[in-house]
Each structure stands twice: as C-alpha cells, then as structure tokens.
C-alpha cells in the first residue's frame, strides 16, 4: 500500500508501486513478498519501502538501486533464496558531476541474506568501472552465505573496478552486524567508510581493504576468525586469511588510508599489512596508517596483534596483546606490560 494525499493505494506487484512512487512517499508491505525477477529501482526520487513485518526474497540479485534514494525500514528480510549476487545491489553514476545520485539506507531492524548482501557494483560493466555519487548507510543486520558453487561470500562487497577518487561511493556503517562465512567487508574498490559501534565478524577475515579510506571508531568489534594469517597474491579476489583487519593493496595502486581510534580488533593477527602483488614502492607509499586507540586482540592460536610488512610509527594509542614496539611512533617513549596487555607513552608518569 502507498499513501498518496488522502487516499490510499494498493498495489499487487511491488514493481508496480516503484513505477508510480512519488518524493516523500512510503511503500508499505501488506504480505510477503517472492520476486520472480530482480526488482530494479531507477526512479531518482526518495522514498521509503516498510517491510512491515515481512519479507522480500528473489532466487538472486533481489534488488538493484540504479538511482535513487530508497529507505529500507521496518522489521523483515530480504534474501537470495539461491545465493550468487546480493540482497542490495547498488550502482552509481556514469558523471563525475552526478553527486548524491543514489542513496541506500538499511534500517535498523532489516535483515540482509545473500552471497554479498551490499553489493556496490560499476555503473554497467568493466567498460564503465564507475559508481559516482554513491552513498550507503546500514545499521541493521546483514549475514553474507556461500553461494551456489559453494563459495564464501563478504557482507559489504564493492567491487575492485570502482576506481575513481572524486565523488566515492561513502559507506556508513553504523551500529549494524555483519557476519560471513568468508569475509566481513571486502573493500576492493575505492570508497571511503565510516564505520562506528557496529560488530563486523568474518570466517576468514574481518576486513580486507585493499584501497580506499577507512575509518574505525566507538565501541566497533572486528573479528577475523581464520586459524593462521596467510597472504595469497591476487588480481582478482581477496588474499589474507585470518586477520582482524588486513590491509592489502590491491594490483590498482590505489590509496589506502586507514584510521583507527577505538573498538575491539582480534584475529590469529588483529592488524595485518602486507605486499602481495608486489607493488612498486611509489604504490607502497600511498599506503597510510593511524593507530590512536583501540584494543588488538590475538584469538586462541595467534602470537602477534600487530603486523606489517611496510609501514612505521603508525601507533600513538591503543592496548595491544603482544608488543607493538617497532610500530609505535617516536613520541612514544615508554612500554607498559600489564600482565601481557601493552600500551604506550609518551612520558613516564603517565605509563605509571
């Protein structure tokens, strides 16, 4: 049903009552719903869809925002019944001007089942590996399954092919869970994210950005459940196995930056950086490090929380569950060991 003025309009098919939404306007679900096709929402207005209690499921790719600035609210779930793609796929603009061109929010109280339930995607193909003027906000409950070659999917997939670093897509991710069978988020392409107070936990990895900008904050838990960190070089997938966070950037050269100032990070190694494609040192050199705060955990099996391959007095806060002492920066002049829990000082009576 749609509320339009005074009256009230309902609508059999879903796909009927995107076609004919106006600004402002909510679309609210009556029963649940089974697409026989991928719904594709190209409107260019704002509005809301309320689950309502129910659900929406496809057999793959549910929905594909093209452009727009769609609300998903309301209890429910959306859900591949045959894993491959996404719940929620998302694409942006072919115009570097285009900005604010489509918008996703995943409410609080939506649940997200697919292969990679937020998938961002290029504008059409590799011919035009562009996604302007994108932004996402999720602060429900997404849960990344094994598709139907029974590969391990990543709750927050945008794809390496997004390169471009004017108008990037943004990804809030606020207050949500994330779980999956294979990795948490797999930032390939290039974004900035914005992530607080949300538990992100990934059978393989936590997190793997491989370009982009990240940010980390709050009471945030990124957990990588892998039994032993590997690295693996790859043009086309992800490459570290059993890191809280691993940092690998990709064949693209792009930047990374990547801030951390609060949450819990924990794997066989909670902060992992390294080389594997073996990129150039001018590519290395894009590669920035903060560390100011947060604790770096090492799960049952693990002996190191922090390491990289390339960077250096990246750590100015934080508590760690082995040394990090070549990792802090110069300012840091003293190492407390509090019953094999270190942090670091600047002074020594603030390390007593």
Known sequence: SVVGGRDTLYYTYLAEAVDEIRR????????????????????????????????????????????????????????ETSPYLGAINIKGSDDSGDVNYTTVTVGKDVTLVAWAPVFITPYESSGAPYAYGVTVNIEGTLKSVRDTSDDKGHGIYI??????????????????????????????????????????TGNFTGVEIRAGVMNISGSSQITGLGSRTTVTANGNGTTTYGAGIAVAQHTTGLPIELTISGGTISGYTALYESNPQKNNQSLVDKINISISGGEFKIIEGGDTAVYSEDKASFITGGSYDSSVAEYVSD???????????????????DAL
């Not at 402002?24 to 869809?49: M, V």
């Not at 990037?168 to 994210?193: D, F, K, L, Q, R």
Request: proline residues 1%; glycine residues 12%.
């Open 159 to 200: 794809n390496g092919q997004i390169k471009h670093l004017e108008n990037a897509p943004v990804i809030n991710v606020s207050g949500a869970s994330v779980t999956s069978e294979g990795y948490g988020i797999y930032a390939a392409g290039y974004a900035t994210w914005n992530i607080k107070d949300s538990s992100i």
């Open 331 to 349: 300012s840091m002049k003293y190492e407390l060991n509090n019953g094999g829990t270190y942090s670091y000082y600047t002074n020594l009576n």
């Open 24 to 79: 402002g306007e909510t679309i609210t679900l009556l029963d649940d719903i089974t697409l026989s096709s991928t719904l594709t929402i190209n409107t260019g207005a704002a509005f809301t869809i309320d689950l309502n209690g129910h659900d929406i499921k496809a057999t793959q790719s549910v929905i594909m925002v093209e452009r727009g600035n769609v609300r998903f609210t309301g209890e429910g779930t959306i859900a």
